[in-house]
């Protein structure tokens, strides 16, 4: 099983910048593909961005030009930094990933919050 522990979620100004975190239990060479989805208040999850074992990235439509995926293998970790941010950027965010086998996992997900 892979175990997903999501840091860096808080409160940051509109226009501010932030980087998650996300660490793997296990080497991220064992998964395919890791990414970030989020969801604010009332409304449905959505994607962010994702990043395969490839560094092969998708980013979701609101956040293209101002977010970054990348993945550090010697700490089992994917980060996403993200700029220019937004009120509407709000929400909990929730590291996903998937393996070879086609199992996937959440995280529990982290609080960003965006004041303007």
């Known amino acids: 099983q892979v175990q997903l522990v999501e840091s860096g979620g808080g409160l940051v100004q509109a226009g501010g910048s932030l980087r998650l975190s996300c660490a793997a239990s296990l080497t991220i060479h064992s998964i395919d593909v890791m990414g970030w989805y989020r969801q604010a208040q009332g409304k449905e999850r959505e994607l962010v961005a994702r990043?395969?074992?490839?560094?092969?990235?998708t980013y979701g439509d609101s956040v293209k030009g101002r977010s970054t995926i990348s993945r550090d293998n010697a700490k089992n970790t994917v980060y996403l930094q993200m700029n220019s941010l937004k009120a509407e950027d709000t929400g909990v965010y929730y590291c996903y990933a998937r393996r070879d086998t086609g199992f996937e996992y959440w995280g529990q997900g982290t609080q960003v919050t965006v004041s303007s």
């Open positions: 990043i395969t074992v490839g560094r092969s990235t």
